[in-house]
Every structure is written in C-alpha cells, then in structure tokens.
C-alpha cells in the first residue's frame, strides 16, 4: 500500500512563497497519479492540482492557477507543490494523494490513499 507523507508547510505573509512535499513509499512513484487537495475550517475539500504518472501533464484549480506549480522527481519518490503569491484564502491544511484517474481539464479522481497532511497558514 502506498504512503504518503506531507511537509513544508508554514507560516508566511501574503505575497510569499511555500514549497511543499509529499514523499511516497511502498510502490514507485513513476506509475501513480499524485494531486494535492486542501481543506481549510468550515469550507469543502478543494482539489488543487494534480500531476500524470508521466510528469508530462498537469492540471490546477481556478483558484490557483497561474500561481501554484507542480512537479515531481521519481528518483526521490517526491511530488512537490511550489506556491507564490500565497493570499489569506490559502490557508488552508494540505493534502497528498494518490489517484486513479487524471484529467488535464476536469483534475484528478478516484482517490484512494493520502496522508496526513500539512498546515499552510497565510497572514494578510
């Protein structure tokens, strides 16, 4: 079964930058799908990106784009969530996981395992 686990996450100021990492276990990171989703208090999960077991494609949430980029190196199992521009809505716990389907337009689904996640708190 595979294992995830979040880090990076912080304390900043609007307009500053956190890069976050999720680090998997117990299968090559080379074969899966790996998005990250957030939930900040009293709002649904938001999905926020995703990138293709190839590296090749990804995909962003409105809310994000433009600012947000993922990216992965499989030689360190490690998917990565560089964030600039960071606002007060951002705030939010991150989360890594693992999915079954991904789409360049409608993002990823099927999630099936993800970890435990990471805090990412935004002061204006």
């Known amino acids: 079964q595979l294992q995830l686990v979040e880090s990076g996450g912080g304390l900043v100021q609007s307009g500053g930058s956190l890069r976050l990492s999720c680090t998997v276990s117990?299968?090559?990171?080379?074969?899966?799908?790996i998005g990250w989703f957030r939930q900040a208090p009293g709002k649904e999960r938001e999905g926020v990106s995703c990138?293709?077991?190839?590296?090749?494609?990804?995909a962003y949430s409105d809310s994000v784009k433009g600012r947000f980029s993922i990216f992965k190196d499989d030689a360190r199992n490690t998917v990565y969530l560089q964030m600039n521009n960071l606002k007060p809505e951002d705030t939010a716990i991150y989360y890594c996981?693992?999915?079954?389907?991904?789409?360049?337009?409608?993002?990823?689904?099927?999630?099936?395992?993800w970890g435990k996640g990471t805090h990412v708190t935004v002061s204006s």
């Open positions: 996981a693992d999915y079954s389907v991904f789409s360049r337009t409608q993002g990823c689904s099927g999630m099936d395992s």
């Open positions: 990138i293709a077991s190839s590296g090749r494609s990804t």
């Open positions: 117990g299968r090559s990171l080379e074969q899966r799908i």
